[in-house]
């Protein structure tokens, strides 16, 4: 079993580098340069795929009968995890927003 807190700042990293990500979507939406958007809501997404295994393997160890400590860091942890799933929809709905709000302006 890994050390208690490798696992938890793994999640940390990856659940981060995902939230940043998705951040520089919208920043990039906000530009109109949907390509890069797009590429970085994939990369995020790939980014909080690591961070949810980090977070399942626990999960399934504790199922086995390996208990998981508790600890201020593994809270912390699944904080940036939760954060960085909701961040990346909000990405995914703010690209949408931002081509709307293009097709408007060219219209206009």
């Given at each position: 079993?890994?050390?208690?807190?490798?696992?938890?700042?793994?999640?940390?990293?990856?659940?981060?580098?995902?939230?940043?990500?998705?951040?520089?979507?919208?920043?990039?939406a906000?530009?109109?340069?949907?390509?890069?958007?797009?590429?970085?809501?994939?990369?995020?997404?790939?980014d909080?795929?690591?961070?949810?295994?980090?977070?399942?393997?626990?999960?399934?160890?504790?199922?086995?009968?390996e208990?998981?400590?508790?600890?201020?860091?593994?809270?912390?942890?699944?904080?940036?995890?939760?954060?960085?799933?909701?961040?990346?929809?909000?990405?995914?709905?703010?690209?949408?927003v931002?081509?709307?709000?293009?097709?408007?302006?060219?219209?206009?």
């Amino acid at each position: 079993m890994e050390n208690k807190y490798e696992v938890s700042f793994e999640l940390i990293l990856n659940a981060g580098n995902s939230k940043s990500k998705s951040l520089m979507a919208i920043e990039c939406a906000r530009e109109f340069d949907f390509q890069e958007a797009e590429k970085l809501v994939n990369e995020a997404a790939v980014d909080l795929k690591a961070a949810h295994k980090s977070q399942t393997d626990m999960i399934q160890g504790e199922a086995r009968g390996e208990s998981q400590e508790i600890n201020v860091i593994l809270i912390h942890a699944q904080d940036h995890l939760t954060t960085a799933m909701i961040m990346l929809e909000q990405a995914k709905e703010f690209i949408n927003v931002y081509k709307i709000i293009k097709e408007i302006k060219e219209r206009m």
